[in-house]
């Protein structure tokens, strides 16, 4: 799961993280430009013409004050900002310059992703100054560390180097990773697609995170203890479900809003909360690929946890399903002609209606009309007086270049007069 914590600012960029296996993608609102009336402290970090955001990052199990925080970070990334338009400039004109034609907007939201290398599991600390030994022992006992954490700040620079003040810092604690579910499978039918897969673990992990029946648990159960490092964090094991949709073909290109540079994208899954079980259902497009990947995750909230992908599954479903037949066919004789009237099929992707035509004799009845009507009669007046004829009728759906068809309806026999 993609979990988010956001900090949202007057004068100092507002951060969101999101923690997804090995990366971690830090969202920053760049505060925006500089507006007549405000506090004259503020314009050393608003007035600038161009500058940049660095965004730093430390790993740490007890966080240190924050004056001492940026002693232990380095820079995971840099934003260039564009400054404000040139006096007598066009309403969204920029200036193309290499230094400025990439550089995000004031007031635009970026997202970074930084990849964790082994450094990034150390943890870092501030020295310990030396002081004198107390004069009386103590049995204080020293105080024991927090969880491993990735720390991040934000910290904007003017076009001459002068910094703004650091936002407050966001973090996410760095835990294990779930493994990832195998053996995703895909279905469809008429109405739906199913997306299957088998649990993470297997049937052992199944099992063992299978909760307990309610006479199984102790009366009293305290707060759940923070994971260990290296521990998933405790929860039941769920799943979120991620899908790729190829462009409609019959769907003019949608406008795509520009993103600013930098902007990584990242994916939402397609229900509001973590599924228990192991099984999707989803809704059908026909000739549409559609492509799915399943991620396990662990923990609830800003703690939990999601693992790698599983492998793409994909599929082209095809409309190959035939429309339910037409009922209560029956027929009324005149002179010259036989008038035939239905009830329509129940299927909504139904385009029209073939009658069937032949005489007791024949094994086989051969189509009257050479184009479906779309109506739910039809009059026969190709007809000779004193032969029998046997009717049935077919409905067929819209899919083309071959429309399926469905079983014939009740058959009826008239004699023509």
Known sequence: MTAHSRMRLHDKPAMTWSLSDDRRSVRMKLPPLPVAGLPKPLNVFLKFDAGTVDVFAFTATTPPPSARALELARVVA???VAGPPAEGALAGQRPRTP?????AAPGATVTVRELLDPDAFVPKSLPVPLAPPPKTPTTAKPETPGALRRFYIAVAFSDRGRPGPQSPPVEVVLTAVPDAPGGIELAYTADEAVVSWEPAGGLLGFLLDSPLPLDALPDEAGPAAPPADGALPPGPTRYNVYRDLAPDPLALPAAVAALPPGTVVVPR??????L?????????EFDRERCYTIRTVRGTGPSAVESVPTDRRCVTPVDVFAPGPPAGLSAVVREG?????????????V???????G??????LLPLNAAPVLETQFTDTAVTAGTRYVYAVLAV???LPVPNESAESNRVEETAR
Request: avoid cysteine.
């Open 78 to 80: 840099t934003v260039p």
């Open 99 to 103: 230094e400025v034609k990439d550089a």
């Open 269 to 274: 899954p397609l229900t509001p909360e973590p």
């Open 276 to 284: 228990a079980e192991l099984t999707f259902t989803d809704t059908v």
């Open 337 to 349: 002609a036989i008038s035939l009237i239905w009830e329509s099929s129940p299927d909504a992707d």
């Open 351 to 357: 385009w029209g209606y073939v009658v069937l035509r």
């Open 359 to 364: 005489t007791p004799a024949d094994a086989t």
């Open 397 to 399: 759906d819209s899919r």
